[in-house]
């Protein structure tokens, strides 16, 4: 009985153990997506906006916003070759159908094969987490801010985190 007892109180400490895992998920202290560690795409394209992490869209999306920095959203953000192949290196190999992040895999399926999103908001993942909005208005001023400035929400966008527990909305709630 004490054998049957042990084996029974171990299998249901494990299934806890499991079951909490699951639950508390990224909260536990691993990120949702892939945080930034990449220094010279942080100075590169973090010199202009937020560093995105490469898990928020696949791979076919960082390689063909890389193959068009001449025209990257209305501005000339063109690097020399050597560093555009460094930039594609580590994004391609970050994106969100490469890596093993719970929000970025979600990204990934939501995507359709054949697109090639150009922008996260595009994703239907995020258009299921922001509906269609694209800005947001921000209470102190009125200003209409683009749902494109993850970190004004996001405080630790940077880092991986998008956690509703650390939603800093600009228009004053959480």
Request: proline share 6%; net charge neutral; charged share 20%.
């Amino acid at each position: 009985m004490y054998n049957r007892c042990t084996w029974l109180g171990a299998v249901i400490l494990l299934l806890f153990g499991f079951l909490g895992y699951s639950f508390a998920g990224d909260r536990a202290g691993r990120p949702e997506v892939a945080p930034v560690e990449n220094a010279l795409y942080r100075a590169e394209c973090g010199s202009c906006h937020l560093a995105y992490p490469p898990g928020l869209l696949p791979s076919r999306s960082w390689d063909k916003l890389l193959s068009g920095l001449a025209d990257h959203f209305g501005e000339n953000a063109e690097v020399p070759e050597e560093t555009r192949l460094v930039l594609h290196g580590y994004l391609t190999s970050q994106g969100a159908d490469q890596v093993d992040y719970r929000r970025s895999r979600k990204i990934a399926a939501s995507i359709p094969a054949q697109e090639i999103p150009l922008r996260i908001s595009d994703t239907p993942y995020f258009r299921h987490e922001h509906g269609e909005q694209r800005v947001v208005k921000v209470a102190k001023t009125g200003q209409q801010v683009a749902l494109s400035r993850c970190e004004l929400c996001h405080p630790r966008a940077e880092q991986g985190s998008f956690q509703e527990h650390e939603l800093r909305l600009p228009s004053g709630g959480h």
